[in-house]
């Protein structure tokens, strides 16, 4: 079980326990303020838009899911896609990648193999669990639990935003190493989660 979507109550709680362990970011959270919440839908239908939004631009993940809508009916019904075939979803424009991807995630969640309503509790088993589906790394798999089941502790450190980020924070611009940034993380666990939102939230935020 999980405490929920990661509110601005939650965010706000734990921003509070990280700015009185670290000075560095106790003054960027007076300078920009707390992150906005990311929350997304648990379910299927969040990992596939996930799988259909990889490597394009956020318009054109759009057109290729108003197509899947037109052509196939409900795509975010897995036993949709799981009876479809790679040729099919082609005409719509995933690649042929994508849409591999796509059936391999839509049978696994129509056998059981992959029970997004009772993921295992233990964040590296989840995780280990969600990449073993082709189309879901590491990554894709921490930011589900993130941002769709609220697992406050969940850090992406291969995220590229959030290396860059905490090397302006504390190694003098340096990047660290997805390791070397996960070693930097412990001492804020159980808001590491929350640490990386605050990362992607500076990184984002205009220059003063």
Not at 20 to 31: F, I, V, W
Not at 38 to 64: D, K
Not at 159 to 177: C, E, F, K, M, S
Request: hydrophobic content about 50%; charged content about 20%; overall charge neutral.
């Amino acid at each position: 079980m999980t405490a929920g979507p990661l509110t601005a109550a939650r965010i706000a709680e734990a921003m509070a326990a990280i700015t009185a362990r670290d000075a560095a970011l106790n003054a960027l959270h007076a300078l920009h303020g707390p992150p906005e919440p990311r929350i997304r839908n648990p379910g299927y239908e969040t990992l596939l838009r996930a799988i259909v939004s990889q490597q394009v631009s956020t318009a054109a993940a759009a057109a290729i899911w108003r197509k899947l809508e037109a052509g196939v009916g409900n795509p975010a019904d897995p036993r949709i896609l799981a009876a479809t075939t790679v040729e099919a979803l082609r005409a719509f424009g995933l690649s042929r990648q994508k849409a591999s991807y796509a059936i391999s995630l839509a049978s696994h969640v129509q056998d059981g193999t992959l029970p997004l309503d009772s993921l295992p509790a233990d964040n590296e088993e989840a995780i280990a669990l969600l990449s073993s589906v082709r189309g879901l790394g590491r990554w894709s798999a921490e930011i589900y639990l993130l941002f769709a089941e609220g697992r406050a502790d969940i850090f992406p450190a291969g995220d590229l935003a959030v290396q860059i980020q905490a090397g302006r924070i504390w190694l003098d611009g340096a990047r660290p190493t997805e390791r070397q940034l996960r070693l930097l993380a412990e001492p804020f666990a159980p808001h590491r989660g929350v640490v990386a939102l605050f990362c992607w939230h500076c990184y984002n935020a205009p220059p003063l």
